[in-house]
């Protein structure tokens, strides 16, 4: 049985055309053009009589003849298109006196120069990807969706990934996605949308996808041994965040504490990212924020940070939780991270949040001689004498 529905459109409908049954032959059998896509008769839902986004849904429902039961593999084809601004949904359900299973789900795309589809390679019994890292852009958030998921053999798509609604426009953003350990073959699609009704000039934008084997580390942690990770450094010229491994040229230049490892470890940081106060400013305030990508905070989530604060140029050194909740509110909570001649450990517990982000924010005053480093950030969630698992 097909289902399908439209709401809330003024304009749009869905066809379905070629639809063909193969007994004794698996769907992975056939070549994906096995229909004659000749567009002869083809049944299709028409709403463009539909006068305002507040008229109810349109629906149908496209039913086999009762068939009877078969031991051999069954293929079922079709091709299907949508159109329209509203929210389109269709459906492919399984019917039995026992079940009622859904083998389909497609939520509707707008026109072609409207959305647009990534899918990887279908992945088998070896080389399962376990992670899911992607840039994404998007200047007009309210107009364009972006979401990331998995594509079974059998069932509707999972989606594991929606684009945070609080992530600023005309900025790029870092994201990484856990891939559930699957039994069977499976692929992974990035999917983006437009409103097909919006008048700007919205752009949707991925970039660097990877996959990779292993489970994704968290996309606010940051050992800076790839520069500055997925964190935006927001400055004020020429006052910014640096990455090095401790080596400053010029005799105002601080002495840097060795690293040491944390908590009776065995791992010690070789790259710290740092703010240079070695050379005169004009005027002081000048603020430079490393500010972490979106991510979601549960109850168990802590925050651990290694940072070096010393010297007079360094006005203030603070770290800062922003939180987005679902009735639209923000709270952000700051604590102000003290000096020291060594480096220190900052551990803090999160807010629960969908959407939370984490700042560190160095402001410099007017004098020279100091210095303000990170040598590591660190999300989890088990709190330790010094480490975070």
């Given amino acids: 049985m097909f289902q399908g529905s439209i709401q809330d459109s003024e304009d749009g409908y869905m066809a379905l055309d070629d639809i063909a049954v193969y007994v004794n032959e698996s769907c992975s059998n056939l070549p994906r053009d096995n229909a004659a896509r000749n567009r002869g008769d083809y049944f299709y839902m028409d709403c463009s009589f539909l ?154 934008a991925v970039d660097n996808v990877r996959l990779t084997l292993e489970p994704c580390p968290h996309v606010a942690s940051c050992d800076f041994e790839e520069d500055l990770c997925g964190y935006e450094n927001d400055f004020m010229p020429p006052f910014k965040w640096l990455v090095g491994s401790g080596r400053m040229a010029g005799s105002a230049s601080p002495k840097i504490p060795g690293l040491v490892p944390l908590g009776g470890g065995s791992a010690v940081p070789r790259w710290f990212a740092y703010v240079d106060t070695s050379k005169p400013i004009k005027g002081p305030n000048l603020t430079a924020t490393l500010r972490s990508a979106i991510f979601q905070a549960d109850d168990n989530s802590t925050v651990l940070l290694r940072f070096l604060r010393t010297g007079k140029a360094i006005q203030s050194m603070e770290v800062r939780l922003n939180a987005w909740h679902p009735n639209g509110s923000k709270t952000v909570k700051s604590w102000t991270l003290g000096e020291g001649e060594d480096w220190q450990s900052f551990e803090q517990e999160l807010q629960p949040s969908d959407e939370t982000q984490l700042e560190v924010s160095v402001t410099r005053s007017g004098q020279t001689g100091g210095i303000a480093a990170l040598a590591s950030i660190a999300i989890g969630h088990i709190r330790t004498r010094g480490e975070l698992k």
């Fill in 51 to 204: 006068g305002s986004a507040n008229d109810t849904v349109v629906a149908l429902e496209l039913r086999s003849p009762t068939l009877p039961a078969l031991s051999e593999p069954v293929c079922l084809s079709f091709h299907y298109y949508m159109f329209g601004a509203g929210p389109r949904r269709l459906v492919l359900k399984h019917l039995s006196e026992s079940s009622n299973s859904t083998l389909f789900q497609q939520i509707g795309c707008t026109t072609a120069d409207r959305c647009g589809n990534l899918t990887s390679p279908s992945f088998g019994d070896k080389q399962r990807p376990r992670c899911l890292e992607l840039w994404h852009y998007g200047d007009e958030t309210k107009d364009s969706s972006l979401w990331a998921g998995i594509l079974l053999k059998t069932g509707p798509a999972e989606i594991l990934w929606t684009r945070p609604g609080s992530v600023p426009t005309t900025s790029w953003a870092l994201a990484r996605v856990e891939v559930p350990e699957q039994k069977g073959d499976f692929q992974v699609f990035i999917s983006g949308s437009i409103n097909a009704t919006s008048n700007s000039t919205a752009v949707v």
